[in-house]
Every structure is written in structure tokens, then in C-alpha cells.
């Protein structure tokens, strides 16, 4: 038999989670399961964010079999209780800085850790894209993973193909990229690309994004349709997540058709697991997007 040993990992937090062997039951935040599959550790269960619904979001659940695998809920109906129903042996979810659990009430958050280890886990601005999937690798390996070497490649050479893209011609030939997170039918939330880990790394490439300035906000600026169709760029990255305006709905409308057109759009889902196979995936269409519209400028 065995020997049982204790477990423990320090999280992003500073906070040590401990347990009296490794844990093989843990409950998720839907992002962090679905990265955590990804290195073949499959969650008990999953919960959503104050954003979500009373179904799981499949685009934030990336691989995850969401027929085998419970949704606990998300927002006010997810309480500490719903959190610890199946008396799961770790709870793992994300921050975008500091110590709030994202996704969970901070007192919710705080009877959860006096029952059960909790390991967070920082995906915010602060964070570059390889610091995040190198934490959520370590969490993995803690939990039994092998590791994911085997998409290592694949995103070594996305990475250099958009390395490339960013390098022909000149920088005034670039095709100019937008990430925006559709609204209503009216407008947008245009993404500042340096507060958010995937969009910094693909500027960091070299792409050329809009960065739009000014707004309450460090993630996001408001703006019309029209506002965009004015910006004219080649690519847009649009967010696809479920609280998002649905682009089907957007498809009979003027101000969005003439926003989009002759643009490369490329689904964006800001929550995508940190994983080497999502982010490499992620940069192909990218790039992809990138070398069409240099090819067949609109």
C-alpha cells in the first residue's frame, strides 16, 4: 500500500494549503478545471463567476466533458455550502490581483477555507502568460500530472509564427488589431490589451493593437459601433464568453456589419484555460487572421 504522505502547496496568495495526502477531489473555478484537464486532471466539479449563468459557459470550459463533470452554479446562488456539496478535498479558483477569490463572496470564500484547502491561483494584469500556465503546471504536478510537455512545441512554434507575421514589412503595413468584448447592439467594450496576459504577449510579438486610453476603467472602454467602424481595423478579436452579446444577434445590424466588414474575426475568450495547448491553438488562429489580412488587405 502506499504511504500516505502530507500534501501542501503554496498559491499565489502567499497562502500554504495543506492536506494529509494529495488531493483526487477538487472543485474548480471553470477556467482553472478546464486548464487543469488540459494536464489530464479532471475537477469533481466546477463553478462559474458573478458573470455566469445557472449553466456552465462551454467557451470558459474549454475540453472539459461538461456532461460527467458537476456545475455547482455561480453568483448569489453559489454559497459556501453548494461550494462543498460532494465534500470535495480542494477548492482551486483564480485571482486578478491581491487576495480576492474571484467568482466567490468573500465571506462564502472564507467559511470555504476553514473546511476545506483552498489554492488560488493569479491570472491578472500583473501576471505575464507564461508565469500563469508555469503556476497552473505546478498545481498539476502537485495533483499527480505528468506535465504537458508535448504542447510545449506547438506553442513554441506559434509563437514564433506570429513572431514572423509581426516582422514583414514595414510596421506602418501592419494589420491592425482590436480586442473587444461585444456589448449590446448598440456598442462595445474595447479591451486595453496591456492589462490582459494573452493580448500584452501578442503585442509583445509585435502586433499592432489599438490601445484605446481614457474610461473609468483598466480593462475596458466604451464605445459605439460606429466608434469602431471609424477605427477600422483588419483584425478583430472578439470576445465569444456567454455574458458577451451574442454575435448572431448582431448580424442584422448596420453599425455592426459595417464594422466588420472585410475584417479577419477571430473568437477571443478572455478566460481561456493557461494551458501550452490553448494558448497555442489561440496564436495559430491569431496569426492566421494576421496573414490574411496582410495578404488580402480589405
Not at 480542494?90 to 467568482?103: P, R
Not at 500556465?133 to 495533483?143: E, G, P, Q, V
Not at 474595447?190 to 510579438?205: Q, V
Not at 478583430?236 to 448580424?251: E, G, Q, T, W
Request: hydrophobic content about 45%; charged content about 20%; proline content about 7%.
Amino acid at each position: 500500500m502506499e504511504r500516505q504522505t502530507d500534501w501542501e502547496f503554496l498559491d499565489d496568495r502567499g497562502h500554504v494549503a495543506t492536506a494529509h495526502r494529495r488531493p483526487t477531489k477538487a472543485v474548480t473555478y471553470i477556467q482553472a478545471g478546464a486548464t487543469l484537464w488540459d494536464h489530464g486532471i479532471r475537477p469533481a466539479a466546477v463553478f462559474g463567476s458573478n458573470h455566469d449563468g445557472a449553466g456552465p459557459d462551454p467557451v470558459k470550459a474549454g475540453g472539459l466533458p461538461l456532461d460527467g463533470i458537476a456545475y455547482l452554479g455561480s453568483g448569489t446562488a453559489l454559497d459556501a455550502e453548494a461550494l462543498l456539496r460532494g465534500d470535495p478535498d480542494l477548492v482551486v479558483a483564480v485571482t486578478y490581483g491581491g487576495a480576492q477569490v474571484y467568482g466567490l463572496d468573500p465571506e462564502a470564500a472564507k467559511h470555504v477555507e476553514e473546511r476545506v484547502p483552498v489554492v488560488v491561483l493569479d491570472v491578472g494584469q500583473g501576471q505575464s502568460l507564461a508565469a500563469v500556465r508555469a503556476r497552473f503546471a505546478d498545481l498539476a504536478r502537485a495533483l499527480g500530472a505528468a506535465g504537458e510537455v508535448a504542447m510545449e512545441g506547438p506553442l513554441a512554434r506559434a509563437e514564433a509564427r506570429l513572431r514572423d507575421q509581426a516582422a514583414v514589412g514595414s510596421p506602418e503595413s501592419r494589420p491592425t488589431v482590436l480586442a473587444l468584448s461585444p456589448a449590446s447592439a448598440d456598442g462595445a467594450y474595447l479591451a486595453k490589451p496591456y492589462s490582459w496576459p494573452d493580448l500584452r504577449e501578442l503585442a509583445g510579438f509585435g502586433l499592432d493593437f489599438v490601445d484605446p486610453q481614457g474610461g473609468p476603467s483598466t480593462n475596458w472602454f466604451a464605445a459605439d459601433w460606429s466608434d469602431i467602424g471609424d477605427i477600422a481595423p483588419q483584425v478583430l478579436l472578439v470576445d465569444v464568453r456567454a455574458n458577451a452579446h451574442p454575435l448572431d444577434a448582431l448580424r442584422s445590424d448596420a453599425a455592426w456589419r459595417s464594422a466588420a466588414s472585410g475584417v479577419r474575426v477571430v473568437p477571443w475568450n478572455p478566460e481561456a484555460p493557461c494551458s501550452a495547448g490553448a494558448h497555442a491553438r489561440f496564436f495559430h488562429q491569431v496569426a492566421d487572421a494576421v496573414e490574411a489580412a496582410r495578404q488580402d488587405p480589405a
